[in-house]
């Protein structure tokens, strides 16, 4: 019984450790590039729009090598997440991107994009003032009859004063955006799945 124990924790301690290596940053990787984003949060008066927003373009602007001389085309992501204000919180839901940039209808090279907001760890916590997003980015392609594929992950941190600034109004609408100095923000990726 106490093999069996150790063999578990061992095998456990192991593939915790193939994890860990496996997400590391791979220097291959190029930075992503967060170009836009911009979030707004409306007034909650009666009669007006009871929805918050969050837009963002991300890309990637370099191949990523796939094996065998073959790569991944760049692409661009348009992200919007929608979430009603005061009632629902946006946090932990993996939303659907419109991906563009280099790809065309004869490539074989297919990305996808998605985007999450994830609640800061701070003391104020906003969904459109203070906040991480994390852009997974999906990518397949065949090549020389082979299929590659590999999923990538990176989070960023936003929030007023760091690296965006905007205005609310006196009707209680906010509007916030990516500020001038800090366009492009630049997010790190890692592999999290490969083949």
Known sequence: MRN????????LFA???SSEQHQQPNADLKPWEVTRLSTFSPSGRPGNSPLAHLWATIANPSSIPAG????????TANCT?????????????????TTGGNQSVFSDSISKWTIEIIKANSNY??????????????TNLTANGEDYY???????????GENM???????????WGLMEESNPVLVEPTIVASS
């Open 4 to 11: 069996l124990k150790f063999f578990a924790l061992t095998s």
């Open 165 to 175: 600034r905007g205005t609310c109004g006196g009707s209680g609408v906010c509007s």
């Open 150 to 160: 590999k999923v990538l992950a990176g989070t960023q941190h936003f929030a007023i």
């Open 15 to 17: 593939l915790g450790r």
């Open 81 to 97: 997440v929608d979430w009603t204000w005061s009632v629902e919180e946006p946090y932990g839901r993996a939303v659907e991107c």
């Open 68 to 75: 065998s001389g073959a790569s991944f085309e760049p692409s």
């Open 125 to 138: 916590s906003s969904p459109t003032e203070d906040f991480d997003v994390k852009f997974t980015l999906t």
